[in-house]
């Protein structure tokens, strides 16, 4: 404990000796070497010096590019090029020096001190960053004078008033009653989910103990809440419409083979996992041989899982489907065989562990579209990619001369034949289709969860409840069904957990097909009949 | 008719030649039964655990074997399916007669396995973390109890270097193990003055991977008070989405860090780790830690792992815990099976007590002489851009094992050694 505290007073003295001057060797060490505490107090006396060598240092700190040898602390370049921490001149680094790390604790120091020392940068956008970087985090007492210092030196009327905001974070325990109040009324005007749980925090009750500041907090805390609810509201939305779309691209293919042919096709989900696989091969392929493209290996990926996936549909058709028509239950029972063939072919081939498919980087992070409300990217992108292939499906049905002859051989086969529709290559053709987009729907998954023999298993029953729910052979109640089950499922989800959600979701459904068997959208006239 | 014939002939030929080449093995090797998950949602932690047993007994196989015969492995896979591991362990024990078993990942392969193990007074080395609550005769758990990893973890979570934490997610899997685990650290928690409003509890089924509306939840829970911390009881391949989700809605470690139990470096191989820097894993064995023992381990499996050419693992060479604490399962016992002369179970379980196997984690790993437990050190760590962990935090020395969790009111007085039950028998 002594000789803790030693170590603390030391870091101080050297600090208070070298304050509002260059970076000193002592200070470098004192912020690489010790225990959390003497480093934490090393860097932010440091940082309130507002040397770029200090910048250049947290930033290697962060980075994990600085290393301890003896007295001596050196920051390390990727390419191996080390320069002394405090001086910054060429040196090499003595042989057994050591690696310097961190822990979360000291992690959350570093970015800070970073924000901070970069809040006096002369580039707007760069104090803007830094702003937005510090309101996220818990701010500590020692950054007062730097905010303070920033506030006062800030030209730009936005990004003051937002360091003003920041500024109250910390004057709000502050011990000065009208400062207080102050504080409290400005951050009423937050909506940093931080914010919130810092006025939770001071309304505890041995925190605030002043009648009038509590109610200004209680009511600060209540329209930072309010706004933040709006963060929720639009997340559940937002998760149920992302959850929606991916029922509704497993569902799509189904809704042409069963929707519209009548096929009850059991492989329909390892469709999907072939789909997920042409993915792997085309990522490895890029991987070996493009690396310099590999986030473009999506591209490939899509037309390829279609192909691939409506090759298997056309040969599913035409080897055992097409014998099959008009006898659902033994359909079932085929297609159902075909699936544990199609799964088993696949582990043979690539093991019965899930093969690894990382998303291309434009895929991975998200948008902050409020401080409670990040919208992932894969997610976006899934969103819209299934909005594309339904628009691609629902033109094709309803515009094309072969849209034409799907519709007129699934409304009346022998009229079609009649006036000169080859029915059955209308059949093969229709089949692959719907194949293929269940291949599409398998390039989504792929970006999302695991790839593995049974990932078809576990959409097979979600893909025909939203096609049976939307009303067979309605495309339009495919769309709502899929979108609907999602957020249904997301909502109850926020108040139930998953796996009651998941009850709920399949209670309801029994109760809706009992009540309306034709689903959602039902066919109108004779023609249901057929 | 010709071609039946021919079939029939086949078949004939294929049975004979099994029965005349199973007891001709029989009388000059030691079978013993690798019961893990090879498909299905545990095969992302569990495929690897064979291959490392595997490896095991080829070292010991190399050394000249136990009590002069070679082991011969005999490898199942009960696919992720509870039920199926009791069927493929009553095959291995009634039919395969092996002298022990090293097998199961989730508690509830344990579980149902159990009965099988005690009705035929069989062994069961088990080498995961679990929740504890269970001490078998015929079973030795080489993998931590809570408080050699949950419960430290917690008390890290609580320091001023874990964050302060003064609210607490607990995220699992929905089954027996951290269920148990929660109602442990719920208890431990109301104990360090943690209210009832400040846990969150959520469970996931098996395979879920739709993980927006918990992070979401998270998050909500996090902005309604003070310093929030993750406790993740997440096993399987869940942990891939659930890790990228995190990572894509930005919820970095320094706002709420993420303690995980069942993720080591094999799960995280398929995740892009950079958004997931700080986040957290207890464990007893690191593949980070520096030590001649550990990096002997590391060469060895890498080695074996380029000889047999295995996936993933010939191209980046990873080791984990549960490896760690197979590996250490079969030395011993193959340590009691020479001291015991044989391979009864009865005298083996007599000879494991006080065994001790210097471990890759850097300490000498005691078999308590009474729980069936090991003495294991507790390591934390934190995950780095590289997918490895950073150690953080350690105890001094190893740990002894309480099976039976002090902060379960139940648990009072209960024996730390297994119970014969008498009248059962």
């Known amino acids: ?530 | 008719m010709k071609r039946r014939f021919a079939l029939k002939a086949a078949c004939a030929a294929l049975a004979a030649s099994g029965l005349v080449s199973l007891p001709a093995l029989a009388a000059d090797t030691i079978k013993v039964g690798i019961l893990h998950s090879l498909s299905g949602t545990m095969a992302i932690s569990e495929t690897v655990l064979k291959d490392v047993a595997l490896m095991t007994i080829d070292e010991i196989n190399a050394k000249g074997g136990v009590l002069g015969k070679k082991l011969e492995p005999v490898v199942v896979d009960p696919a992720s399916n509870w039920p199926l591991f009791a069927e493929k362990a009553k095959q291995l024990i009634a039919q395969d007669k092996v002298a022990a078993v090293f097998g199961c990942w989730t508690s509830v392969s344990r579980k149902s396995v159990l009965p099988v193990f005690e009705e035929s007074n069989a062994l069961l080395f088990y080498p995961v973390q679990y929740e504890g609550e269970e001490l078998s005769k015929n079973v030795f758990y080489t993998g931590a109890a809570p408080n050699q990893q949950a419960i430290p973890a917690v008390e890290y979570l609580m320091s001023k270097d874990g964050g302060s934490a003064k609210r607490f997610v607990l995220l699992g899997t929905d089954y027996v193990y951290p269920r148990t685990t929660n109602k442990i650290l719920r208890a431990f928690l109301h104990s360090k003055g943690i209210k009832d409003e400040d846990i969150m509890e959520e469970y996931t089924p098996f395979g879920h991977s739709d993980y927006q509306t918990i992070i979401g939840k998270i998050k909500k829970f996090a902005a309604e008070g003070k310093k929030t911390a993750v406790v993740s009881t997440i096993n399987g391949d869940s942990n891939v989405p659930f890790y990228k989700e995190l990572g894509n809605q930005g919820l970095k470690a320094t706002d709420v860090p993420v303690v995980a139990f069942s993720v080591g470096e094999e799960e995280l191989r398929g995740v892009d780790t950079k958004p997931l820097v700080g986040h957290l894993a207890a464990w007893n064995y690191f593949m980070s830690i520096k030590n001649p023992t550990n990096t002997a381990f590391i060469k060895e499996w890498s080695d074996y792992a380029k000889a047999k050419s295995i996936a993933g693992h010939k191209d980046k060479p990873l080791t984990n815990d549960p490896m760690e604490a197979t590996y250490i399962g079969i030395h011993m016992w193959a340590q009691a099976v020479e001291k015991a002369k044989s391979t009864d179970p009865d005298k083996v379980i007599a000879a494991m007590s006080g065994q001790t196997f210097k471990a890759p984690g850097g300490f000498t790993s005691t078999m308590d002489p009474k729980n069936h437990h090991l003495h294991k050190p507790v390591f934390i760590g934190e995950i780095k851009s590289d997918g490895q962990f950073n150690v953080v935090w350690k105890t001094p020395g190893p740990v002894k094992a309480q099976p039976w969790s002090p902060f379960i009111p139940e648990n009072k007085g209960k024996k730390d050694e297994p119970v014969i039950n008498v009248a059962k028998k």
């Not at chain 1, 006036?419 to 269940?438: E, Q, R």
Request: aromatic residues 6%.
């Open chain 1, 1 to 530: 404990m002594i000789r803790h505290l030693l170590r603390v007073v030391a870091a101080v003295l050297v600090l208070v000796a070298a304050s509002a001057h260059a970076l000193t060797p002592e200070q470098a060490l004192a912020m690489a070497a010790g225990d959390n505490d003497s480093r934490i107090a090393a860097l932010n006396a440091a940082a309130a010096s507002g040397d770029p060598r200090v910048a250049a240092l947290v930033q290697a700190l962060l980075d994990g590019n600085v290393k301890v040898a003896g007295e001596k602390a050196f920051i390390v370049a990727d390419d191996g090029k080390a320069v002394d921490a405090a001086s910054g001149a060429p040196a090499t680094v003595p042989d057994g020096a050591d690696d310097v790390s961190n822990n979360n604790r000291m992690r959350s120091a570093l970015e800070a001190a970073l924000a901070g020392l970069r809040l006096i940068s002369s580039d707007v956008g760069v104090r803007g960053a830094a702003i937005a970087e510090l309101a996220k985090s818990s701010l500590e007492e020692s950054q007062l004078p730097l905010i303070e210092k920033a506030f006062a030196a800030e030209t730009d009327d936005v990004l003051k008033a937002r360091l003003e905001r920041m500024r109250a974070t910390l004057l709000i325990s502050s011990s000065d009653r009208s400062k207080r109040l102050a504080a409290a009324a400005e951050l009423a005007h937050s909506n940093q989910s931080a914010v919130a749980s810092l006025l939770q925090e001071r309304l505890a009750a041995d925190a605030e103990s002043d009648a009038e500041v509590r109610a200004a907090l209680q009511q600060a805390l209540s329209s930072v809440r309010a706004r933040l609810a709006w963060g929720e509201r639009l997340a559940v939305v937002f998760t149920g419409i992302s959850l929606g779309s991916v029922l509704l691209l497993v569902a799509l293919g189904l809704a042409i083979t069963y929707g519209l042919m009548g096929v009850i096709n059991m492989a329909h989900g390892e469709l999907m996992m072939i789909g997920a696989y042409t993915t792997y091969i085309v990522q490895n392929i890029f991987r070996s041989y493009l690396p310099g493209a590999f986030d473009a290996y999506m591209l490939a990926a899509i037309p390829a899982a279609f192909i691939v996936s409506a090759l298997v549909g056309a040969v599913l058709e035409r080897g055992v489907i097409r014998f099959l028509y008009g006898r659902p239950l033994e359909t079932l029972l085929a297609t159902w065989g075909i699936s544990l063939v199609l799964q088993q072919t696949v582990r043979s081939t690539f093991g019965a562990q899930n093969v690894p498919v990382e998303n291309p980087s434009w895929l991975s992070g998200g948008v902050e579209v409020m401080s409670n409300l990040v919208l992932p990217f894969n997610r976006i992108a899934i969103i819209a990619f299934a909005f594309v292939v339904l628009g691609g499906v629902a033109l094709l049905i309803a515009r094309t001369r072969f849209g034409l002859f799907i519709r007129g051989v699934t409304q009346n086969r022998r009229m079609a034949s009649c006036v000169g529709v080859d029915t059955a290559k209308v059949d093969m053709l229709a089949f692959s289709f719907g194949a293929g987009i269940a291949g599409l729907g398998g390039v989504a998954l792929s970006q999302i969860g695991n790839v593995g023999p049974d990932l078809g298993q576990s959409y097979i029953v979600d893909s025909f409840l939203v096609v049976v729910l939307g009303g067979v052979g309605q495309l339009a109640g495919t769309v709502v069904a899929g979108l609907g089950l999602g957020v249904l499922n997301k909502l109850l989800e926020g108040v139930a957990g998953a796996v009651l959600a998941k009850i709920a979701v399949l209670v309801f459904i029994v109760i809706f097909i009992q009540r309306k068997p034709s689903g959602l959208f039902a066919m109108k006239g004779r023609s249901a009949e057929a």
